[in-house]
């Protein structure tokens, strides 16, 4: 016999507008939603299978997927719904259940929205006559609650522990579509990044010969200079975490700011052509991946087309924190800049917006005048503590 699940709407429905807000703006949170790519327009078999399955096994009129941001609703995937918001494939929050699964992560059991003191004023109710509902959230392969799976009915429905459990089971089948697909793309700028890594190391070294050959007399001392530069370059790369491996939680260990910078750029340190000063700053272990892959990126820029490419030109890198965030400047003197130097859209500025505006939160500005590039990034502290 089939078992009734309580409806709890009370404690998954947030009386608390400020709470129920900040969970849905929740930054790491609206990051997961652009990392999965959930909410891109194209159409998903995976989810659609899903929500036929829904609807067949929980005989109920409509179902759906829907990923929730701080604004709307999108619906990934959805079966037996009609009219002008199936067509836009999503509904502005007003018109939205889904968002309280989010917001609570845990299922959301309506039997009749139109006795539930919030429900009932729900714009859903009238506009797409969602009487009875019953959602599940559904997470990211980080653990964030990205949206909900739900299913629909338009009279009163007495929802059964067998209708959860179905419904569980297809978001724990879409959670690991969700975590294989985030594999997938892992590997895949991994191995872009390899590749753009192996090319930057060729440049690097022939730069480094370059610069060296210009001051040293003997074979033997350039030889010399250019193996501690060369060691001093293996030390910096052992350094850059993989992206794959800086996304496991747990892994790794804090590092001082200063100290960090120091390795990753010794390398191109020659005499007095670059200076640190800062803040004792200490930063968590996935942080030092990021951080470490953006520098990293940065240097060779400047190794190649930038400050460290010519024997008068400096590097000087400055730090402060507040409350709030961290920022960091970089600035590049005696070098006339090319185009070059700016980038463009290859791997090397994607790396850079992964690791400072996907991953670190953060964001980069670039000023470049007649003597003098900069760039500015801006960490939040709390992102650098991860």
Not at 60 to 88: H, I, M, N, T, W
Not at 104 to 131: C, F, K, T, Y
Not at 339 to 361: D, H, R, T, V, Y
């Amino acid at each position: 016999m089939d078992t009734k699940v309580n409806s709890d709407v009370s404690s998954a429905v947030s009386t608390n507008a400020s709470t129920h807000s900040d969970r849905l703006s929740d930054s790491r949170r609206l990051d997961a939603l652009a990392m999965t790519d959930v909410m891109s327009p194209d159409t998903d078999e995976a989810h659609e299978r899903c929500v036929r399955l829904a609807s067949r096994i929980l005989k109920a009129p409509v179902s759906l997927v829907s990923y929730v941001d701080s604004e709307r609703q999108f619906f990934k995937a959805q079966c037996g719904l009609s009219g002008p918001f199936a067509e836009e494939r999503g509904t502005p929050l007003t018109h939205s259940f889904c968002q309280y699964v989010v917001t609570s992560d845990q299922p959301l059991v309506v039997r009749d929205s139109r006795e539930d003191p919030i429900l009932s004023h729900n714009a859903a109710v009238e506009d797409l006559g969602v009487v009875a509902y019953l959602g599940v959230p559904v997470h990211a392969p980080s653990g964030e609650v990205l949206g909900s799976f739900c299913v629909i009915d338009t009279v009163p429905r007495e929802w059964t522990a067998e209708d959860l459990a179905a419904l569980e089971d297809l978001v724990a089948m879409l959670e690991a579509e969700l975590t294989l697909r985030q594999g997938a793309h892992e590997r895949e700028i991994l191995l872009q990044e390899m590749s753009h890594r192996i090319k930057n190391l060729f440049s690097l070294v022939s730069s480094m010969v370059r610069l060296e050959r210009r001051r040293w007399d003997t074979p033997r001392e350039l030889a010399d200079s250019i193996i501690a530069r060369v060691d001093a370059l293996s030390v910096a790369h052992d350094m850059i975490v993989p992206v794959v491996e800086a996304t496991k939680t747990g892994d790794g260990e804090r590092a001082k700011l200063g100290e960090l910078l120091s390795k990753v750029l010794a390398p191109h340190t020659s005499e007095a052509r670059i200076t640190l000063t800062g803040d004792a700053t200490t930063i968590g272990p996935k942080a030092v991946a990021y951080v470490t892959l953006a520098v990293h990126e940065l240097a060779t820029n400047a190794a190649k087309y930038g400050a460290l490419s010519v024997d008068d030109g400096r590097l000087d890198l400055r730090w402060l924190a507040d409350d709030k965030n961290l920022v960091l400047d970089w600035l590049e003197t005696g070098h006339v800049w090319t185009e070059a130097a700016l980038g463009g859209g290859g791997f090397g500025s994607q790396l850079l917006k992964i690791s400072i505006e996907g991953q670190l939160n953060g964001t980069l500005t670039t000023e470049v005048a007649d003597d003098k590039f900069t760039h500015r990034m801006t960490l939040p502290l709390e992102r650098l503590e991860f």
